[in-house]
């Protein structure tokens, strides 16, 4: 597509239920990142994917997050018994190492956990 | 570790004015990439303008340029002739260049700040 997709824009989900967050970048960019971003925060990494390359897991900020790029393409952020403090937006990125190594952004996936 | 600091959480500029937005950040790497992101209300984080630490000239995008200062680690933000459309929050973040020329992995943010257009 045009520009990195995600789905769902919100999502309201009850304390403990678990949540899976969708990202599909744009074609034919080999990285991918997740971004957590808390209200009037800035970003805070979580997971990066390159290639075939083993993931750089260590944003993920507690066992409960998880994340799998299927295909070198569409990335689902799974997060298990939600908590309060899990309620924030989640960014994804892409970027393609010969295009200047820019990342661009989707638009986010708005988390509440009441 | 790298690190980005941004110490103003808020300005304030006149429409057709022009504002500076701060930045300094912490490496010890001597090759690496600096941008500036705006996210307006919508979320959507937009590409401002972009720097090479190997390159010298300041990069200049219309209305948008910086000041990028190596030995200081500074690297500044100028919108000149500000717009109403500019209002957002401005982020400011640093990511290495591996080894082989490509960068690697993560952007690391400052904290932002929020720029309000007067009218």
């Known amino acids: 597509g045009a520009g990195v997709s995600q789905s769902p824009s919100n999502k309201v989900t009850e304390k403990g239920k678990d949540v899976e967050l969708r990202c599909d970048p744009i074609s034919g960019h080999t990285a991918l990142y997740w971004y957590r971003q808390s209200l009037g925060q800035g970003l805070e990494f979580l997971i990066y994917?390159?290639?075939?390359?083993?993931?750089?897991k260590s944003g993920l900020p507690s066992d409960r997050f998880s994340a799998e790029r299927t295909g070198g393409s569409v990335s689902t952020l799974t997060i298990q018994r939600t908590q309060q403090e899990d309620s924030a937006v989640y960014l994804c990125a892409s970027s393609r190492r010969d295009i200047g190594n820019t990342i661009y952004f989707g638009e986010g996936s708005w988390l509440t956990v009441v | 570790a790298q690190t980005v600091t941004q110490s103003q959480p808020e300005m304030s500029v006149q429409e057709a004015e022009t504002v500076t937005l701060s930045c300094t950040y912490d490496?010890?790497?001597?090759?690496?990439?600096l941008f500036w992101y705006k996210q307006p209300p919508s979320r959507q984080m937009i590409l401002v303008i972009r720097?090479?630490?190997?390159?010298?000239q300041n990069a200049t995008e219309n209305r948008f340029s910086v000041n990028f200062q190596k030995a200081a680690k500074s690297f500044s933000l100028k919108i000149s002739d500000s717009q109403l459309g500019d209002a957002a929050m401005y982020f400011c973040a640093y990511r290495s260049k591996g080894r082989s020329g490509g960068a690697t992995n993560k952007l690391i943010f400052g904290t932002g700040t929020l720029l309000a257009v007067q009218p």
């Open positions: 490496t010890s790497e001597s090759d690496y990439y």
């Open positions: 720097q090479e630490a190997y390159k010298q």
């Open positions: 994917f390159q290639g075939n390359s083993a993931p750089d």
